[in-house]
């Protein structure tokens, strides 16, 4: 019976939308909760913001670029996580005030903010082994992600819709991944810019749906409460925005109309996510948001044909 209690209290303390319960409840307390804090137990996040990365590197036509394109994942798992940490620091008194974040390492005390701000340190030091791996004009370019990347927590103070900041710096490997390896076709880089943020503001309203009622009791803003019953519509306006964006920017970097039916399972996909979205349903919106990985990587197949062909 101890042992079953035992694990019982572990499982505790494990977030309610982690995608490996099991796995991470076997972990010591220190451990998990650093797992946690970083959200390696919910992987959707790195890629997603690996894949507009992929994205740069691939449309950019110099081939695989497989280590590169590991090095930009390793950099997307590690700054992932250094955000994240960053994040629940400055969240922790209203994570504490919301039934899904109350749980958190930090807004629970299981983790002290001198403990977070030592892991942050780490994470960031494998961030600054990847950009060492890049040239000098992508450092530039990775680097001056920082400052917006440290007024995202901020924004949902200010703004109804900080999911358009997070856009701009959930994106921005995209940037990264293309001037490592050239430095022309600006019109079709910002195109695929543009369309990618429209992607993140339409997946993250989705996942804003979860903490509608706990976030306007405690004065938290998002897209989707801004949106109220008109989510959905909301939602399919910003993925027709990310797809027709990325049909110019394809257009621009080729004009050939073939190369725009490489992007068709990605707005299908899309199109699917609105078609079957149901808000009522607390377990749809995070099955919905975590289906954005697919997307992710349709379009990276569509990017490696448009440039590679």
């Known amino acids: 019976m101890s042992n079953t209690r035992g694990g019982d209290a572990m499982s505790e303390t494990v977030v309610p939308d982690s995608e490996h319960r099991g796995l991470v409840a076997r972990l010591p307390q220190l451990p998990r909760d650093l797992a946690q804090l970083a959200r390696f137990d919910r992987p959707i996040g790195w890629w997603l913001l690996f894949w507009p990365c992929a994205w740069g590197v691939w449309l950019a036509g110099a081939g695989l670029q497989w280590a590169l394109v590991l090095w930009l994942l390793l950099g997307s798992i590690a700054m992932r996580g250094a955000g994240c940490v960053y994040n629940d620091i400055v969240d922790a008194d209203l994570d504490a005030r919301v039934s899904r974040t109350a749980s958190r390492p930090v807004a629970s005390g299981r983790v002290s903010r001198r403990g977070a701000?030592?892991?942050?340190?780490?994470?960031?030091?494998?961030?600054?082994?990847?950009?060492?791996?890049?040239?000098?004009?992508?450092?530039?370019?990775?680097?001056?992600?920082?400052?917006?990347?440290?007024?995202?927590?901020?924004?949902?103070?200010?703004?109804?819709?900080?999911?358009?900041?997070?856009?701009?710096?959930?994106?921005?490997?995209?940037?990264?991944?293309?001037?490592?390896?050239?430095?022309?076709?600006?019109?079709?880089?910002?195109?695929?810019?543009?369309?990618?943020?429209?992607?993140?503001?339409?997946?993250?309203?989705?996942?804003?749906?979860?903490?509608?009622?706990?976030?306007?009791?405690?004065?938290?803003?998002?897209?989707?409460?801004?949106?109220?019953?008109?989510?959905?519509?909301?939602?399919?306006?910003?993925?027709?925005?990310?797809?027709?964006?990325?049909?110019?920017?394809?257009?621009?970097?080729?004009?050939?109309?073939?190369?725009?039916?490489?992007?068709?399972?990605?707005?299908?996909?899309?199109?699917?996510?609105?078609?079957?979205?149901?808000?009522?349903?607390?377990?749809?919106?995070?099955?919905?948001f975590r289906a954005n990985r697919w997307t992710g990587a349709l379009v990276a197949a569509a990017c490696f044909v448009v440039g590679n062909a």
């Open 117 to 288: 701000w030592l892991w942050l340190v780490a994470l960031c030091l494998v961030g600054l082994l990847v950009l060492l791996q890049l040239r000098p004009t992508a450092q530039l370019v990775a680097l001056t992600s920082l400052a917006p990347v440290a007024a995202y927590p901020f924004m949902k103070r200010i703004t109804w819709w900080p999911q358009a900041w997070l856009g701009l710096v959930f994106t921005w490997g995209l940037l990264v991944g293309w001037s490592q390896l050239r430095a022309d076709n600006w019109d079709a880089l910002a195109a695929m810019y543009a369309g990618a943020v429209f992607w993140v503001v339409g997946y993250d309203t989705i996942y804003a749906l979860q903490d509608r009622e706990d976030d306007a009791l405690v004065g938290i803003r998002s897209s989707a409460l801004r949106l109220g019953g008109r989510v959905r519509g909301g939602v399919a306006l910003f993925y027709a925005l990310a797809a027709g964006l990325w049909a110019l920017a394809f257009w621009l970097y080729r004009a050939d109309w073939f190369a725009l039916l490489a992007l068709v399972p990605a707005a299908a996909h899309l199109a699917w996510q609105v078609a079957t979205l149901d808000p009522s349903d607390p377990a749809n919106p995070l099955e919905r």
